[in-house]
């Protein structure tokens, strides 16, 4: 994606934790957002954030800190079907979102 | 039931036609957007439109077309110009605002695959 880097794949176990990091770069930054994309299917919104700080929802969490160009996606309690890949994208200062390429979370029993 | 859909799911074409890829939403949204999705790269924006009668190029817009008669209606032709068309095509519609534009429902896909 376009300056937005995130892992490409990785590995966690069920019920475990885990943390799926983003960077972006902070220039016209207009808000950072997560999606869910389940393979072969469409992404689905899952969260945003537009001030510094951690946003819960649930077994999701995503935090932001702006001045570092950060943020992460946090999973509790992690099911199978969380197995899924999870897409960083930043807002645009023309109401756009750009995305990363994705990381794709494998959950182990 | 509000959503979004695309028609068909899987698509196969010889090189050198053009296709016409549907996409119909029943959310009332201003904004519909087409994207393209390749393994290992993030969602590029082909076409967007804010408004009836009027759209945007993306990013990667050589090859295709849109239009936008009718709200709920953004159908994608992927025309012969275009050099490596099989993909993954999204679309997406979302309200047309300051934030909320950010928040975009898809459609399930479209998979066009050219030989």
């Known amino acids: 994606g376009q300056n937005i880097d995130q892992p490409t794949e990785m590995t966690a176990t069920e019920g475990a934790i885990v943390q799926i990091n983003c960077t972006y770069q902070?220039?016209?930054?207009?808000?950072l957002f997560w999606y869910q994309q389940h393979a072969g299917e469409a992404p689905t919104f899952l969260s945003y954030?537009?001030l510094d700080g951690l946003e819960e929802k649930g077994r999701f969490s995503s935090f932001l800190s702006r001045s570092k160009g950060y943020s992460y996606l946090l999973l509790k309690e992690l099911q199978m079907k969380d197995s899924a890949s999870y897409l960083c994208?930043?807002?645009?200062?023309?109401?756009?979102?750009?995305w990363g390429a994705g990381t794709k979370l494998i959950i182990k029993p | 039931d509000g959503g979004i859909t695309q028609s068909p799911k899987y698509l196969f074409r010889k090189e050198g036609q053009n296709v016409t890829l549907s996409c119909e939403q029943n959310?009332?949204?201003?904004?519909m957007y087409w994207y393209r999705q390749d393994p290992g790269q993030g969602l590029r924006l082909i076409y967007y439109?804010?408004?009836?009668?009027?759209?945007q190029k993306g990013d990667i817009a050589e090859g295709y077309s849109v239009s936008r008669e009718k709200k709920e209606s953004f159908p994608l032709t992927v025309t012969s110009a275009q050099k490596n068309p099989t993909a993954f095509y999204l679309c997406?519609?979302?309200?047309?605002?300051?934030?909320?534009?950010?928040?975009?429902?898809f459609g399930p896909g479209t998979r066009l695959t050219v030989t």
């Open positions: 994208a930043r807002g645009d200062s023309n109401y756009q979102l750009i």
């Open positions: 997406a519609s979302s309200i047309a605002d300051e934030v909320t534009s950010y928040e975009q429902y």
């Open positions: 954030n537009v």
């Open positions: 439109s804010q408004i009836v009668n009027d759209f």
């Open positions: 902070t220039s016209g930054f207009n808000g």
């Open positions: 959310l009332n949204h201003d904004a």
